[in-house]
């Protein structure tokens, strides 16, 4: 399966008079996602076109230039603007020309949608059924998944979970935690190929949020996703990123690997990021403790703890 | 979504008359509207709407906005003049030099036959000009009575005639220009006053009362907040529209029941946040030391200006004008 992104720009509002200017909330995007099992993180200032960007890969905006192509071995979809609307994404050659209509093909948004599963910033103003059992059960019943079958669908995502103890319970009671993790349940439940989260751990605790990531990571190896998350936190892009995607003002400024990201500073500063903590860390011993030989670039603790004992024994040779 | 979305007609603009004190245009215009339900001589409500139209054009409103704001009420007004064409029989037939306006129609089979082809028509075509389904159906309803009258074909059913009174004519008239001028002069009060103004507005004009001060106070806060959270629950509305087409609700797609439950999954997560939204809003305005009724200053002080006198003093003129002009000429 792969996501192509040709030439796509999108303004949520066009204005009808010309002298009125188009305020682009993304503007000609080239994105190739091929979907294997890696973490992608795409980051950036706030109003840069993250959560815009990963609403168009849901079909939820379609957009104004350009297209979006979603391609598996069984089906393939074409976002267009002139699709808009008429919730299709079929091929031009099936129109009827006569009409120059496309023909509504309303079941294969859903199919889209059942592939590629999007949890929003604040995924507990989704739920609503009187328990969690049944909110998870909400989406495989829309995707025309038997009662059993997204009953076991849902018993079997609250066991990964880690909620099983909950779903008696009515949803509006738990905590922020415990409600986001019931959300993404929901999702998981109609066992979407990749999964697009929108800043999930915000307003998370620290116990929370690296259980979640961690899940996340797991949800990766064991089941093969794809996970795309929107993120501001640095740690986390540090932590668990394979690929970034730097945004600014709907423009992408950087896609690659994280390692080469933090390496350069322009990008960091003009796109408002912040370096990781053990990097930030490292580079404040780097200047303190006048060590230019030390590899600042370091992920996790025990990494820059091994770094900073090599270079301060070499420090001391010499 | 629009995020720049204001609730109300409101359109910017810098003229005269929305530099006016929004109490003054408030009770202008309901004075005004007063007048129109005074006056029932038709040559002075022809020139009441002239007169609000040359104030329109001075408020320089865009016109085919002003004119859209005509469009949810015009039904209203359609059905208003039939019903007055119809069934008021007072008076004379209308006669036009020698023609009277009296029209006898005949229900014969091949017209109830061409009817029910009509009909067809106005449903296959219907589908494919969607925005001029209203005008189709208004064309084909005229043919369809026009055929009637010119088609004597037997067998007949039922032979009627429809005549146009003068008492009908006239009362429709006036019927239309009252409504006109009602709604034109309500467009005016919308599109030249925010709402923020307005609610301010009906604060100040009901401060003298002062029994009525503290209710009027708190109605004002409650009204300012709701139309400032519509904007608001409107994109939340959008968020949790989303949210839910993610996991796969389809709001177009299925019969009744299936759209009354897809609709739940709105409705509910709705109800909450706003719940939510109002009682956290409710305690961070008591943390500020907001007391309900109590007395409050004002950031935006209202102050009537030389263009408000005016107003007020033609006003004045202009009611009075029509009341002795009602007693003396009755008009």
Same mark, same amino acid.
């Given at each position: ?318 | 979504? &629009? ?13 005269? +008359? ?22 029932? &001589? ?20 865009? #016109?085919?906005?002003? /004119? ?129 103004? /307005?609610? $301010? ?23 300012? +907040? ?8 409107? &994109?939340? $509305? ?17 019969? #009744? ?8 999954? #709105? ?15 409710? &305690? ?30 033609? /006003? ?8 002795? $002009? ?6």
């Amino acid at each position: 399966m792969a996501i192509h992104l040709s030439e796509v720009s999108f303004a949520y509002d066009v204005p009808k008079r010309r002298k009125y200017p188009i305020v682009w909330s993304l503007k000609d995007i080239h994105l190739q996602i091929e979907l294997k099992d890696e973490m992608i993180a795409f980051v950036g200032h706030t109003g840069s076109g993250k959560s815009t960007l990963v609403q168009l890969l849901n079909a939820l905006l379609y957009p104004t230039k350009g297209r979006v192509e979603i391609k598996d071995q069984k089906e393939s979809f074409l976002l267009e603007k002139k699709f808009k609307h008429q919730e299709q994404i079929e091929e031009t050659k099936k129109y009827r020309k006569w009409l120059r209509k496309p023909i509504p093909v309303k079941f294969k948004l859903k199919s889209l949608r059942k592939k590629i599963g999007l949890v929003f910033q604040f995924p507990e103003y989704q739920i609503f059924e009187e328990t969690v059992l049944k909110d998870i059960m909400f989406g495989p019943k829309n995707f025309s998944v038997s009662s059993e079958d997204a009953l076991k669908r849902a018993q079997e995502i609250a066991n990964i979970m880690g909620i099983t103890d909950l779903l008696d319970q009515s949803p509006f009671t738990l905590s922020g935690g415990q409600m986001r993790k019931v959300a993404i349940a929901g999702i998981l439940a109609s066992n979407p190929d990749v999964l697009i989260l929108d800043e999930p751990t915000v307003g998370l605790d620290p116990k929370t949020k690296a259980d979640l990531l961690q899940f996340l990571v797991e949800l990766k190896n064991k089941f093969h996703k794809t996970i795309i998350l929107i993120t501001h936190d640095m740690d986390v892009v540090a932590q668990y990123i394979e690929r970034v995607i730097v945004l600014k003002q709907g423009n992408i400024m950087y896609d690659g690997s994280k390692v080469d990201l933090f390496k350069q500073k322009d990008i960091i500063e003009s796109c408002h990021l912040d370096y990781p903590t053990i990097v930030s860390m490292m580079m404040y011993v780097q200047e303190k403790l006048n060590l230019p030989s030390l590899n600042v670039y370091q992920y996790h603790i025990d990494d820059a703890m091994r770094e900073l004992e090599r270079c301060l024994g070499d420090h001391h040779e010499s | 979504m &629009n995020h720049k979305m204001v609730f109300g007609q409101y359109v910017d603009g810098s003229s005269w +008359i929305y530099r006016l004190d929004p109490r003054t245009k408030m009770i202008v215009l309901f004075f005004m509207m007063i007048s129109l339900f005074i006056v029932s &001589n038709l040559f002075v409500l022809l020139g009441i709407l002239c007169f609000i139209f040359i104030l329109v054009l001075s408020a320089r409103i865009p #016109l085919n906005q002003f /004119l859209q704001s005509f469009k949810a009420m015009s039904l209203l007004l359609f059905f208003t003049l039939i019903f007055q064409i119809l069934f008021n029989h007072e008076g004379k037939v209308i006669e036009i030099g020698s023609y009277e306006l009296s029209f006898s129609f005949d229900l014969t089979l091949l017209s109830i036959f061409i009817g029910v082809i009509l009909l067809f028509i106005y449903f296959v075509l219907g589908k494919w000009i969607h925005k001029f389904r209203f005008t189709l159906l208004f064309v084909l309803l005229v043919l369809f009575f026009y055929l009637q009258t010119i088609l004597h074909v037997k067998p007949s059913f039922v032979q009627y005639t429809i005549s146009i009174y003068t008492h009908a004519f006239y009362s429709a008239s006036r019927v239309f220009l009252r409504i006109v001028s009602l709604l034109s002069l309500s467009a005016l009060l919308t599109f030249t006053t925010k709402p923020t103004d /307005l609610n $301010s507005g009906i604060e100040g004009i009901f401060y003298p009362l002062k029994f009525l001060r503290r209710y009027m106070s708190i109605f004002a806060m409650m009204m300012s +907040i709701a139309l400032r959270f519509i904007p608001t629950l409107f &994109n939340e $509305s959008q968020k949790i529209l989303k949210a839910q087409a993610s996991r796969g609700a389809d709001f177009h797609e299925g019969n #009744l029941k299936q759209k009354t439950s897809q609709m739940i999954s #709105l409705l509910i997560p709705m109800f909450v946040i706003s719940y939510k939204r109002a009682e956290e809003l409710a &305690n961070a305005m008591e943390a500020r030391g907001y007391i309900p009724g109590e007395e409050r200053t004002s950031l935006h002080i209202l102050k009537f200006h030389l263009m408000d006198g005016i107003s007020f003093l033609f /006003l004045f003129f202009f009611f009075s004008g029509l009341i002795v $002009s009602k007693i003396i000429w009755g008009i």
